[in-house]
């Protein structure tokens, strides 16, 4: 089975800082592994993917992250944060569920606000 | 590129109505679409999967009869919640992947529906 955990339901930052979401997977395969963004009553943005290309990888509006195999993170990051960064934060592993019927494997989410 | 479009994005109807909700594929031809449930403050649920031409996969614990979906072409995928009642408001979101291009593709999300029953 695989699983996503995100270690933090909640994270506050101050504009201008950095953001770090943590996000631990668990995975048979080797998983290829997704940040998407949400904001309010909106459906999920795309912020970068990880599919056993470079380990470090960039995404929209300043984000990146880093596979890291032997600690079975995906921690996303930005050094500086902004206002319109506040929004719910989904880290995915892809689940093969039979034949080609990839899956989603959604974490439970990490709310960022950002204070002025 | 890659957009979703889903509508409507918000529905108030009365308890004993159906309600359908379209998801459509902007700009590339989704051969896999998936409709998945949000509760506040919660993360996705996935209720089903449907594959173009083909009857829905749904999730254990989904009414199939509840929520009906069709998927007749590689833009659009239906979902229709019949005789709905207000333990089926929620948020509805749908998503769309292009497995023709090859494994691992990301879905791309609409901007969801939010349906409230009265």
């Known amino acids: 089975a695989q699983s996503v955990t995100q270690l933090d339901s909640h994270v506050s930052v101050s504009e201008g800082t950095p953001v770090l979401l943590r996000c631990n997977y668990s995975s048979s395969y080797s998983p290829s592994l997704f940040w998407y963004v949400q904001h309010p009553n909106k459906g999920l943005q795309l912020l970068l993917k990880y599919t056993s290309a470079a380990t470090l990888v960039k995404g929209i509006n300043g984000f990146e992250a880093e596979f890291k195999k032997s600690e079975t993170s995906f921690h996303l990051t930005k050094p500086s944060a902004h206002m319109s960064d506040a929004a719910e934060y989904f880290c995915v592993v892809t689940l093969r569920s039979g034949g080609s019927n990839y899956k989603l494997t959604f974490g439970k989410g990490t709310l960022l606000t950002v204070n002025p | 590129g890659a957009v979703v479009s889903q509508h409507p994005s918000w529905v108030i109807c009365k308890s004993g109505t159906s309600v359908k909700i379209e998801c459509r594929s902007l700009?590339?031809?989704?051969?896999?679409m998936f409709w998945y449930r949000q509760f506040p403050k919660q993360s996705l649920m996935l209720m089903a999967t449907s594959n173009e031409g083909s009857k829905a996969t749904y999730e254990q614990g989904v009414e199939k009869d509840k929520f009906l979906i069709n998927h007749a072409s590689l833009t659009l995928s239906t979902l229709t919640v019949t005789s709905a009642h207000p333990e089926d408001s929620s948020f509805y979101i749908c998503?769309?992947?292009?497995?023709?291009?090859?494994?691992?593709?990301?879905?791309?999300f609409g901007d969801g529906t939010r349906l409230s029953i009265l």
């Open positions: 700009d590339f031809q989704a051969t896999t």
């Open positions: 998503s769309a992947r292009a497995d023709a291009l090859g494994g691992n593709q990301p879905q791309h």
